[in-house]
């Protein structure tokens, strides 16, 4: 029972802070660049590649289909292409 | 025999890529990834073991349709398999179809995380190897795709029919994997996961799958899956998984569960002045895990506590060594294992 009390108070804290930093994120309206979702999506899975392991054709092959595994939006996808392609 | 059909296969497919990549202006690319391992268990012998060789052919025909298929040699070519051939076509921003054969989307470590160069601990977490049956392929049709909420948050889905596990009555999942072509019946399997990303540090995933797994499809199997993971900071990263299956045996409903939760540091964050201090540092990183399953009785019902240290010689190119803590519920064994393990992303 203490371990179930000791569960549902994390759950709570940690939902809480993970709702109030989605509503605060809704309303800030920030901007997130091509290189953050590059290091906060692709590095949440894998160590990120550098830009110039590849070609500009070559990124665009892999962010497409990495699109699909990593479930990025459209607009993720165009960000981290474009920034992959200005510093390969 | 079989070798010598995949090794024509494989030919094949280059061929057929290599033509196409000739014949147009289009993108042909081989990545993919190479380990071997020596591992020992208590009170067993220890072994070399060229564990995997996986070459991913990539191809992009336009701009929203492309195709890609990952070939599996194991254990020095003991083990040889098409792991996924499938085909992307990007219909809209918000849905993409993808049909062939494709690493189920239950969870993250089957379909994202199980590539040793992506995986920080060798092997497989208790609950993703005989509940969520990693290495996981299906062949059917996928529609998927994410939908922006704000400029960070999302919402992402998936959504499939597949032929589905199939096997006898009573067959353990990761047995019932494999069926390419289901002419058994026409009850196929249906899934999918939904995620969502509140902050861009956080994920949370929910996934389903249900189908029929005998001949008579007269059993079923139903999955329910919940993951998570947390990057605090780009030296830090969390994440865990807690799967529960449900197993129609005859005259039975077999209850199994398991959780994995894993941590990760990478020791870059240490800050120094000493050059070989830093150099010392800087490639190192340390990884926690321990999971669990619970099936029915209590013979095979185990913990997993597993401790890392990786050595990055390059973005996706490690060398791995782990020390795997074993415990039975039942009868206590001596199995603990230690796992050195070079691997190299393509």
């Known amino acids: ?88 | 025999m079989r070798k010598k059909i995949y090794s024509l296969l494989i030919m094949l497919v280059m061929i057929f890529f290599t033509s196409l990549t000739i014949a147009g202006d289009r993108t042909f690319l081989i990545t993919g990834y190479i380990d071997w391992q020596y591992s020992q268990t208590q009170e067993k012998p220890g072994t070399f073991d060229s564990y995997h060789f996986n070459p991913i052919f990539r191809f992009q025909a336009l701009d929203n349709l492309t195709a890609s298929t990952e070939l599996e040699f194991e254990h020095g070519g003991e083990e040889i398999m098409v792991e996924y051939a499938k085909i992307d076509y990007i219909l809209s921003d918000y849905i993409t179809i993808v049909g062939g054969k494709f690493l189920v989307p239950f969870g993250t470590f089957n379909e994202r995380i199980h590539p040793t160069w992506i995986n920080k601990i060798p092997g497989r977490p208790l609950s993703n190897d005989k509940i969520v049956p990693t290495g996981w392929s299906e062949v059917g049709a996928m529609f998927t795709g994410a939908f922006p909420l704000g400029s960070v948050s999302k919402l992402s889905y998936h959504l499939y029919l597949v032929n589905g596990l199939h096997g006898k009555d009573g067959d353990g999942i990761r047995d019932l994997r494999g069926n390419n072509r289901d002419t058994k019946h026409n009850d196929k399997s249906f899934g999918g996961r939904f995620g969502i990303v509140p902050v861009s540090e956080v994920e949370i995933g929910f996934s389903g799958y249900k189908g029929a797994y005998t001949d008579d499809a007269g059993q079923y199997i139903s999955l329910y899956g919940a993951d998570a993971e947390w990057k605090p900071s780009e030296f830090l990263d969390f994440r865990g998984e807690y799967n529960y299956a449900l197993q129609g045996v005859a005259a039975d409903l077999l209850h199994k569960k398991g959780y994995y939760l894993q941590g990760a540091l990478k020791l870059s964050f240490i800050e120094t002045e000493s050059d070989f201090l830093y150099s010392i540092l800087n490639p190192l990183e340390i990884a926690l895990r321990y999971s669990e399953q619970d099936f029915p009785g209590e013979t095979d019902d185990l913990k997993k506590t597993s401790a890392g240290i990786n050595y990055y010689i390059g973005s996706s190119s490690a060398l791995r060594l782990a020390y795997h803590i074993n415990r039975e519920r039942s009868v206590e064994k001596d199995n603990n294992e230690i796992t050195f393990q070079f691997v190299l992303g393509l």
């Open chain 1, 1 to 88: 029972m203490k371990r179930l009390k000791v569960l549902l108070i994390t759950v709570t804290i940690i939902s809480g802070w993970i709702l109030g930093s989605f509503v605060s994120s809704l309303f800030a309206g920030e901007e997130i660049t091509g290189e953050q979702v590059y290091k906060n999506t692709c590095g949440k899975c894998h160590s990120e590649r550098a830009p110039k392991e590849r070609t500009d054709a070559e990124w665009k092959l892999l962010v497409t289909q990495m699109r699909v595994a990593a479930a990025l939006t459209a607009e993720e996808a165009r960000k981290v292409l474009q920034y992959l392609q200005d510093n390969n």
